[in-house]
């Protein structure tokens, strides 16, 4: 059973550049998160959506960030232009069913702007 | 984002002592209350689950207690282990979670 799978599991890139993490979920999974996580805020919840449709932005913390789920097995992340304190730990988790399922993550992106 | 307040940040036990973490959250819609675990490089994992309609959720070494009047559910490891040393996170919501900041839990040989 392969889990959620994320792309790259590392990125370093420079202030202003585009930056884009990939996310597959697990098959057969309704609803795709994207966390990040920092030491200082712990996990944000930044989108989620549910049957490929955003639910939820409000966590997006700029019009830099965006999110795209053009179908079932694929999400996107995209920041763009990327700034130093973007630098974080972005996950992505997918969930079958509702709210009470279990959320499955997975083993993260760790994004370094210079 | 509604809040959930976790303590402490960082936790040392011996081995085969027990682990205890808080939390405790402000939103009364909230019906789910996991724990999850995260190693070193790893995503959390689901560790164990409580509805607010027990009191406690016994599985293996881990429980969870729940407090519904006082907003609370606590995580008590019994006989701590070398290999539970890891950040556990508390989460709280309905349809999307909302997590604690994590406890940071060293449990010395």
């Known amino acids: 059973d392969a889990g959620v799978i994320q792309s790259p599991r590392h990125e370093v890139t420079e202030m202003g550049q585009e930056v884009t993490l990939r996310c597959k979920p697990i098959?057969?999974?309704?609803?795709l998160f994207w966390y990040r996580q920092t030491m200082m805020r712990g996990l944000e919840l930044l989108i989620y959506?549910?049957?490929?449709?955003?639910?939820?932005d409000s966590g997006m913390p700029e019009d830099r960030f965006s999110a795209k789920m053009p179908n079932a097995s694929f999400s996107t992340l995209k920041i763009q232009p990327s700034e130093p304190r973007d630098s974080a730990v972005y996950f992505c988790?997918?969930?079958?069913?509702?709210?009470?399922?279990?959320?499955?993550f997975g083993n993260g992106t760790r994004l370094t702007v210079t | 984002q509604q809040q959930v307040k976790q303590s402490p940040q960082s936790l040392i036990v011996q081995k085969g002592g027990i682990s205890i973490i808080n939390c405790a959250y402000e939103?009364?819609?909230?019906?789910?209350f996991p724990w999850y675990q995260q190693f070193p490089g790893k995503g959390p994992a689901l560790l164990i689950a409580?509805?607010?309609?027990?009191s406690e959720k016994k599985e293996g070494r881990f429980t969870i207690s729940f407090n519904k009047s006082a907003k609370q559910f606590s995580l008590h490891i019994m006989d701590s282990q070398p290999g539970d040393s890891a950040t556990y996170f508390c989460?709280?919501?309905?349809?999307?979670?909302?997590f604690g900041k994590g406890t940071m839990l060293l449990v010395s040989p």
């Open positions: 988790a997918s969930r079958s069913g509702t709210g009470v399922s279990p959320l499955h």
């Open positions: 098959s057969g999974h309704n609803s």
């Open positions: 959506f549910n049957n490929n449709v955003p639910i939820d």
């Open positions: 939103n009364t819609a909230f019906d789910y």
């Open positions: 409580i509805r607010p309609d027990v």
């Open positions: 989460a709280a919501g309905y349809s999307t979670l909302t």
